[in-house]
């Protein structure tokens, strides 16, 4: 008996409704499952005290301050690189083999994966230029490795900005740097913001190329090169070790929760970017 | 919106000086803080944090670094001087002894497995065997039928290299058993996997994992102390010439009877 | 425009141009530190040796990486395997069938699973899927499968959205022209609009692989770490990442650039997949 086309067409769908629905559960059940193990166990205190017996008591101010730290120094040195760059490639020349193997270097950057980047950072700035596990060969690794996503994202958002608004600034008689700062980039801001807060998420999530970076100490970083924790680096250690179940949940709903409204907060201002233009 | 941008990039980089200008101090202007790095053994090191934490409750004018890293890292980091004191869980081989080496404990390797495991006892071949692959199933132990699931820590590892010169001797760690890379992750595969089998610090034993006798003697302090269980290892702090007076005092901590006293509570074996 | 100006505008250019070729220097420079450092190795022991040796025991002379290029292959085609389908449907139920509602709740959760550090993947699976691994199938739950079903979750986003990508820019009128020769939804979809955008799928499954393969910390906490290759799904294996990572902070002199020599192996995998996946996009942008 052959089964009429228009029954497979409604079956297909159902089983696509279904199939989309358990992609969403996947996601729900993670984020309820670190929700509830873990916000009994966050409180003023676990934020802001430092953890003690190895991280089984106490809390996680030290690794929270560690990836404030190195989320914002890298940004501070990669925005300058990689808004620069993207400025370079869109405004300042033509398409031409010189942007073709800028291009091409960015890409390749953007894939090389975290645990190269732990190894060369390893390498490079904690052993040959003797700056040891430190914050500083942990922030100058990540500023490498956010370099092409700034890139990208500053590309995208100056290359959206209308053809007239220049037009009209050089036709008023304004240089191309003016132009650029004060027309084309407060245009783009949003979106290069967006990818400002992406690469903030990425460091904040990222603990291959830290933990051979950055190392691992418990102590609070006070100095560039001072060795330190993120929270994801902590969170590794503690769910490894299997020192403490409780604060290993603790600090994941930190970590996950930070992304979380990182994400939000740039998926705010890229729509700020979509009303803008529609 | 081009004004909050510049905001919050005044603000970054006004962060940033901060961190650069801080130097070596705390971030209360405390001034001179002394700082001791202590690099090596991971099995060496949750005992050294420890011996830290109640260091510096009494002097808090120190700050004492701990990374771990591996004995042979540790060694390593020494010879370099990049450390004020080195961490090992293995004794120094001939090309090392060049540094000073400081007993601070012994510490027993026990073969550990899950508390369901009604097994008590093996001999030495038998954890050699098993280790190296001729044992496979519990059931040749007097068990259930069931796949071991043996756990071995990475090459590298002062407690392996320990594990595989007093038990192991000449034979060789099969490939197919799993690695995990510190103590704390081997008790954690042992104290969930009920069919599970690994060597962890004596220390580490507890309600979650069991230590297993061998040949009929049991893995407890009072064994090695009277030198009935041998599998021995002592933990080392290496210094690379005479360390200097403040990293000497932390030295005499550990060494004294409020220090042994610490790691005895952790189910070291103090030298006292 | 007066002199001092274009002076300014020339240095500025100067100085832009000095930004972007950072990318290049520091592309230079992680490949030449990577390779100094893990060449000399593939000398002193041989290529062959290397990459088709069986035996990993570098502190006694054995550099052999082959059962991990294997296990690094294998997990990642179990990753496919589980990730694939599932992805790909969702990209197809997201361009074709899902109302506004649906994509504004799809889009940001696919967007919060991506933000997800895979270190949480990994105790996850360490907590959930190896126990029920074990207990349901056998072995230590430590095992390809594990692996395999965590690694298949990370990558979905990845193949969702090019996947999207690829199926939303099939023209309108391959559609409309099929319906209206009188097949159904699901017909057009699988005979006309798959096909269509079969260079860009592809794309998006490549790209998924390379992210397979190159993470690190999900693995080494599901995968088991050993060192044989694996004869059944529910066998541990050690992965090219995961060799690095264990032993790096241990390892001195030739083990260590042992683990560079693996690196470097790594590397050359990854990026011919990048290369190959970015090749594949740009084709299709072009048509």
Redesign the interface.
């Known amino acids: 008996m052959r089964i009429r ?2 029954t ?2 409604k079956l ?2 159902i ?3 279904a ?2 629905f ?3 559960s ?2 729900v059940v ?2 309820t ?2 929700f509830f193990k873990g916000f009994t166990h966050v409180n003023l205190e676990f934020i802001f005290s430092s953890p ?3 991280g089984r008591q106490g809390g996680i101010f030290p690794s929270i301050f560690g990836t404030i ?1 190195l989320a ?2 890298s ?2 040195f990669a ?3 990689g808004l ?2 993207a ?3 869109t405004e ?1 020349t033509k398409e031409s083999a010189f942007t073709k ?2 291009r091409f ?5 953007a ?10 950072g ?3 700035f904690v052993i ?1 230029l003797k700056m ?2 430190s ?1 500083l060969s942990g922030v100058l690794t990540m500023t ?1 490795m956010i ?2 996503t700034i ?1 990208r994202t500053s590309e995208e958002a100056i290359k959206s900005v209308p053809r007239n608004l220049r037009i009209v600034s050089y036709s008023l008689g304004a ?3 003016e132009t650029v700062t004060k027309v084309v ?2 245009s783009a ?2 979106g290069i ?1 967006t990818g400002v807060m992406l690469s903030i ?1 990425r460091v ?5 190329a830290v933990i ?1 970076t950055m ?6 970083p ?6 330190g924790r993120t929270m ?1 680096v902590h ?2 250690i503690l ?5 403490s179940m409780d604060k ?1 949940y603790a600090t ?1 709903l930190v ?2 929760l930070s ?2 409204i990182i ?1 939000v907060f740039a ?1 705010y201002i890229m729509n700020k970017v979509v009303s803008r233009y529609s | ?2 004004q909050t ?1 510049r905001i919050f ?1 005044i603000l ?2 006004l ?2 000086m901060l ?2 200008s ?6 209360e202007g405390k001034g001179n803080n002394f700082t001791i790095t202590i690099a090596g053994s991971t099995s060496v090191m ?1 005992f050294t ?2 011996l830290a ?1 109640y260091f510096m409750l009494d002097h808090p004018d120190f ?1 004492i ?4 890293g591996g004995s042979t890292a540790g060694v390593q980091a020494c010879i370099n001087k ?1 450390v004020d004191i080195g961490m090992s869980s293995r004794n120094l081989k001939d090309d090392e002894k060049i540094l000073d080496a400081i007993t601070i404990c012994n510490d027993g390797i026990a073969a550990a497995i899950h508390p369901k495991n009604p097994i008590t006892n093996l001999t030495m071949q038998q954890i050699r065997d098993i280790f190296n692959g001729r044992i496979k199933n519990w059931k040749e132990l007097g068990w259930i039928d069931r796949k071991i699931d043996a756990v071995t820590r990475e090459e590298g590892s002062g407690t392996r290299g320990a594990f595989e010169e007093l038990i192991m001797e000449k034979n060789e760690i099969d490939d197919g058993i799993m690695v995990q ?5 081997v ?2 595969v042992i ?1 969930t996997d009920p069919y599970a089998i690994g060597y962890i610090s004596l220390g580490l034993l507890d309600e979650r994992i069991k230590g297993l006798s061998i040949e009929g003697i049991s893995p407890t302090v009072e064994n090695i102390k009277a030198g009935k269980y041998m599998i021995v290892r002592p933990f080392l702090y290496l210094t690379n010439g005479k360390p200097g007076d403040k990293v000497q005092s932390f030295i005499d901590f550990v060494l004294s009877k409020d220090g042994q006293k610490i790691l005895k509570k952790e189910g070291l074996i103090d030298i006292l | ?1 007066t002199v001092i ?1 274009f002076k ?2 020339q240095f ?2 100067f ?3 000095a ?6 220097i ?2 230079f ?2 490949f030449a ?2 390779l100094i ?1 893990g060449l000399p190795l593939f000398h002193k022991i041989g290529l062959k040796n290397i990459i088709f040796g069986f035996k990993w025991a570098p502190t006694k002379g054995s550099f052999g990486i082959f059962p991990m290029i294997v296990s690094s292959f294998l997990v990642t085609f179990g990753a496919l395997v589980i990730g694939g389908p ?1 992805g790909l ?2 990209a ?3 361009s074709e ?2 109302g506004k509602k ?1 994509k504004m ?2 889009k ?2 696919l ?3 991506a ?6 993947y ?3 699976g ?1 907590i ?1 899927i190896v126990p029920l691994v074990r207990n349901c199938l056998g072995g230590s739950g430590f095992s390809l499968l594990a692996t395999a079903i965590i690694l298949g ?1 990370m990558i ?1 986003p990845t193949i ?1 959205s090019i996947s999207f990508d690829a199926i939303t820019s099939v023209p309108k009128n391959f559609r409309e022209g099929s319906l209206a020769m009188g ?5 057009t979809i699988y005979k006309v609009v798959i096909p269509s955008a079969k260079s860009g799928i592809m794309a998006g499954f490549i790209l998924g692989m ?1 992210r397979a ?5 999900a693995v080494i ?1 599901i995968a088991g770490n050993a060192l044989k290759i694996p004869t059944s799904i529910l066998d541990p294996l050690r992965t090219l ?1 995961g060799n ?2 264990l032993e ?2 241990y390892a001195t002199g030739d083990h260590r650039m042992g ?2 020599s693996t ?1 470097v192996v ?2 050359v995998i ?2 011919t997949l ?1 290369y190959i996946a ?1 090749f594949g996009i740009k084709k299709k942008r072009l048509k």
């Open positions: 086309p228009s497979i067409d297909v769908r089983g696509f409704n199939q989309a358990f992609t969403v996947i996601l993670i984020i499952i670190i003690e017996d190895m730290l914002l120094l940004i501070v925005t300058p690189l620069g760059t400025i370079f490639l300042y193997i800028i270097g960015v890409e390749s950057l894939g090389i994966p975290s645990i190269i980047y732990g190894l060369f390893f390498i490079f040959k040891g596990w914050l490498i370099l092409p890139i240089t191309r740097w980039l407060t801001m949003p913001l998420g904040v999530g990222e603990t291959a051979f190392g691992s100490s418990l102590r609070l006070t100095s560039l090169m001072d060795s994801a969170f590794y769910a490894r070790e299997g020192i290993a994941a970590l996950v992304i979380t994400n998926y | 919106m081009k941008a990039y970054f980089l962060i940033g961190t650069i801080c130097g070596r101090g705390s971030i949750p944090e420890k934490e700050v670094n701990v990374q771990s990049t890379d510190s103590n704390g992750s008790k954690e104290a | 425009m100006t300014k505008e500025i250019k100085v832009l141009m930004f972007a070729l950072s990318s290049l520091f592309l420079l992680i530190f990577i450092e599932m449907s969702c197809v139920y997201l069938y899902s649906m709740l799809l940001p959760a967007e919060l699973l933000g997800i550090p895979s270190v949480v990994g105790f996850l360490v959930y979750i979905l969702i097949a159904t939804k699901w017909q390379g393969i190159g993470e690190t910390m906490m990442t690095i990572a790096l902070s683990l560079f690196g790594l590397l990854i990026m990048n970015n």
